[in-house]
């Protein structure tokens, strides 16, 4: 049973949001002040938090602040008398899940606890999850989203509060940005996740076909319809379909597609029958759809349809911080992939991949990852081994190497590190490092004396 904990120092309030949470069968704890509620935090792990900001002693912020890390885990629903005051703001920003209003609607809090407790839950299972792989040896190898900045925090959040309903959802974003890998986490994590996920690359569809594709067909509706033919929004029924790249269908399939997300209904072509569809739309593009309406391209009646709630994916060079837990993920599931038990990014590597722009985002970044692993064999990656990726070459540059440097001492100094980094990885054994760079034993020896690096 989820435990919920109330803190309000006007006792009427607390009671009441007491009786209302024990009507829906949830296990409550009460605190009047923000020192005993972060003694029962402590304590007693509470699954979420109804916080009141203005008390006496420790306010709520105080009491957000005190919490800090938790919060990525702990939901906490501050309360507030009026809305758009700065506390309210300033909660948000150190990490509230939400805000409510005083005087607020009873029902309004129970919608907003639930959709709490429904995402911590779903965060905990995917923990659970993840460390049975794990305790298992195994892990999944098909990309996820990943990011430890405040920006994907925000991603997260919003794929939590999405999930929880059956609205459209618009997903914005670069190309390569893992639209498509927010559409699956929205479709696992919603109710229908056991219901059929259908993608649709809108751009690959020939413009003579999308009707066909997306809603069907009648045998005879057209030549070389010689059968009956289900839609794709037909094969998603009590599921999801996903529309990548949806500023790309033509305007007769754009009015179709809006009286579907208005009616919930559609006709396959060439069809009399009213058919419903009861499917979940999730639609993504790289385009400016408001530019595409001013243009004439795009409906915007249908823009409004789609952008009920809306997911914007930030480019990967505006969170650098990224980086680093991305390409290791990505390593992971080549070592995976390949039985590369030795495969790794040297720190040079490391700082050369922070430092690159990624006009191609984390698509770019695993392209390069994939051909470096390749070229390194594997084993160790080296700066030099992007040498045929220039976003990242144009990136290497330094003011110390900006002058012209002899292509001998260049390699040199590339071989020299490599060894280096090969002892470090092996405890400064010979014979380990010498396969790790598959050389022999007796040149690992002269070329260890030839760069001093005897104390290595």
């Avoid at 919608?111 to 659970?128: D, M, N, P």
């Avoid at 792989?133 to 195994?138: C, K, P, Q, V």
């Avoid at 480019?315 to 590369?340: C, F, M």
Wanted: charged share 30%; with cysteine; glycine share 8%.
């Amino acid at each position: 049973m989820p435990r919920v904990l109330v803190v309000d120092d006007d006792r009427t309030i607390r009671k009441n949001l007491v009786r209302l949470l024990q009507s829906e069968r949830l296990d409550t704890l009460e605190a009047a002040e923000g020192e005993t509620a972060l003694r029962l935090v402590r304590e007693e792990g509470p699954d979420a938090v109804l916080l009141d900001l203005k008390m006496p002693g420790r306010d709520g912020l105080e009491v957000l602040a005190e919490l800090g890390p938790l919060l990525g885990d702990l939901p906490v629903i501050v309360v507030t008398a009026f809305g758009g005051s700065s506390a309210a703001i300033e909660a948000m920003r150190r990490g509230a899940y939400d805000y409510l209003t005083k005087p607020f609607d009873l029902n309004q809090v129970l919608i907003t606890l639930r959709r709490a407790l429904k995402q911590r839950a779903l965060a905990r299972e995917v923990e659970t999850l993840r460390a049975r792989s794990d305790d298992e040896g195994e892990a999944p190898d098909e990309p996820e989203l990943i990011g430890v900045s405040a920006a994907m925090r925000a991603v997260f959040k919003a794929i939590g509060r999405a999930a929880a309903t059956d609205e459209p959802v618009l997903i914005v974003g670069e190309s390569g940005t893992g639209k498509e890998l927010v559409a699956t986490a929205l479709h696992r994590h919603s109710r229908r996740a056991s219901g059929p996920f259908t993608r649709v690359n809108c751009a690959a569809l020939p413009e003579s076909l999308v009707e066909s594709e997306l809603f069907g067909h009648e045998r005879g509706a057209f030549t070389g319809a010689d059968r009956q033919r289900l839609g794709r929004f037909e094969r998603s029924i009590k599921g999801t379909i996903f529309l990548d790249e949806v500023g790309e269908l033509p305007l007769a399939a754009q009015a179709k597609l809006l009286r579907v997300l208005q009616f919930g209904e559609f006709e396959r072509v060439g069809g009399t029958s009213t058919l419903r569809a009861d499917v979940r739309v999730i639609a993504a593009t790289h385009r400016d759809l408001p530019r595409e309406v001013v243009t004439g391209r795009f409906r915007e009646d249908l823009l409004y349809r789609l952008d009920v709630v809306k997911v914007a994916i930030p480019p990967l060079r505006e969170r650098p911080e990224d980086v680093k837990p991305l390409a290791q993920a990505i390593l992971s599931r080549l070592e995976r992939r390949y039985g590369w038990s030795d495969l790794s990014l040297t720190p040079e590597a490391l700082e050369a991949i922070q430092r690159a722009n990624w006009p191609g985002n984390v698509r770019q970044l695993e392209n390069a990852l994939a051909r470096a692993a390749i070229a390194a064999r594997g084993r160790a990656i080296l700066p030099e081994h992007f040498r045929d990726d220039e976003t990242i070459v144009a990136g290497l540059a330094t003011p110390e190497t900006s002058e012209p440097v002899p292509l001998r001492a260049l390699l040199a100094e590339v071989e020299r590190r490599a060894i280096a980094e090969a002892l470090r990885v092996c405890g400064g054994n010979r014979t380990k490092a010498a396969e790790r760079l598959g050389i022999s034993r007796r040149q690992l020896f002269d070329k260890v004396r030839d760069y001093d690096l005897g104390g290595t």
